[in-house]
């Protein structure tokens, strides 16, 4: 099975601040990665996927890069919205592993 | 609009089995696929398996084979995920999500949670 390693596990950041998420692979999965977003008590919400294409009606401020092993998540300016917790997903092959999220909080 | 809606929560006894419903509307069922994660309390998400709503083909996460069981009723746009056997670590919020299975696509439309609860 192919592993995730998400860094930070927990950040601590101000409204406007630049924030990036790292994921890392046990092994190389192209470009075959996607993120969520998940507040408390609602269900995940896909930002990106394909490591770098924004879906549909997520704000610009999100962004995804990497291919390989090593991919990262970038939100331009931090707004309040942005409060909750990350997870990386590789859809390259099966089981459809997650990482294990990063909770960004409120500094 | 695409939507994914979830039966109510289930209080379970350890032992017994459980069956949450998923049904979607706002797109053609069978040209996709309906994947399940689990969250259990304060915890991350955990991929359990993926069924092909338009042929019933599955793919089971590995911990889970033997106890776990997906199928779709098409006439009604329906997935299901049963769980057997349960025991208090299966204490989960089971999602339901669309995953096209094609290329690099992410899960993009999701359920709202079903609460599972395992105890004695």
Request: glycine share 10%.
């Amino acid at each position: 099975d192919i592993q995730l390693t998400q860094s930070p596990s927990f950040l601590s950041a101000s409204v406007g601040d630049r924030v990036t998420i790292t994921c890392r692979a046990s092994q190389g999965i192209s470009s075959y990665l996607a993120w969520y977003q998940q507040k408390p008590g609602k269900a995940p919400k896909l930002l990106i996927y394909a490591a770098s294409t924004l879906q549909s009606g997520v704000p610009s401020r999100f962004s995804g890069s990497g291919s390989g092993t090593e991919f990262t998540l970038t939100i331009s300016s931090l707004q309040p919205e942005d409060f909750a917790t990350y997870y990386c997903q590789q859809v390259n092959s099966s089981p459809r592993t997650f990482g294990p999220g990063t909770k960004v909080d409120i500094k | 609009q695409v939507q994914l809606v979830q039966s109510g929560a289930e209080v379970k006894k350890p032992g017994a089995s459980v069956k949450v419903s998923c049904k979607a509307s706002g797109y053609t069922f069978t040209n996709y696929g309906i994947s399940w994660v689990r969250q259990a309390p304060g915890q991350g998400l955990e991929w359990m398996g993926w069924i092909s709503a338009y042929n019933g083909n599955t793919d089971y996460a590995q911990k889970l084979q033997g106890r776990v069981t997906m199928t779709t009723d098409t006439s009604t746009s329906t997935a299901y995920m049963e769980l057997r056997s349960l025991r208090s670590d299966d204490t989960a919020v089971y999602y339901c999500a669309r995953d096209p299975r094609i290329a690099a696509a992410g899960f993009d439309y999701w359920g709202q949670g079903t609460l599972v609860t395992v105890s004695s």
